[in-house]
């Protein structure tokens, strides 16, 4: 287990950049795979980006390839997001996820621990 405290994000205009992070503590993080989710209103919670272990392996959701990236730090036991060409259909509340072993899941069910989660407004 993981305790996941997040930070930034906030209010932006179409096509700016935000960055969401993720400090990690009790727990050991390079045995983690990190994720980031998100959830917009009346809409279920969706996958957006993950990194492996060891930071070398990343995979995105087709909604922000080429916009946004996944990052770590595991010397600091902290993950980032990275997020450009913003557009409106990005807000949302986002939420970093962690889930012990090394195997890459997209379902909020195989994450074991969250964040509180941090939100994200894309203005129009």
């Known amino acids: 287990q993981v305790q996941l405290v997040q930070s930034g994000g906030g209010l932006v205009q179409a096509g700016g950049s935000l960055r969401v992070s993720c400090a990690a503590s009790?727990?050991?993080?390079?045995?983690?795979?990190m994720a980031w989710f998100r959830q917009s209103p009346g809409k279920e919670r969706e996958f957006v980006a993950l990194i492996s272990q060891g930071g070398s392996n990343t995979h995105y959701a087709d909604s922000v390839k080429g916009r946004f990236t996944i990052s770590r730090d595991n010397g600091k036991s902290s993950t980032d997001l990275q997020m450009s060409y913003l557009e409106p259909e990005d807000t949302a509340v986002y939420y970093c996820?962690?889930?012990?072993?090394?195997?890459?899941?997209?379902?909020?069910?195989?994450?074991?621990?969250w964040g509180q989660g941090t939100q994200v407004t894309v203005a129009g």
């Open positions: 009790g727990g050991s993080f390079t045995n983690f795979v």
């Open positions: 996820a962690a889930r012990l072993g090394s195997a890459f899941y997209t379902t909020t069910d195989e994450y074991d621990d």
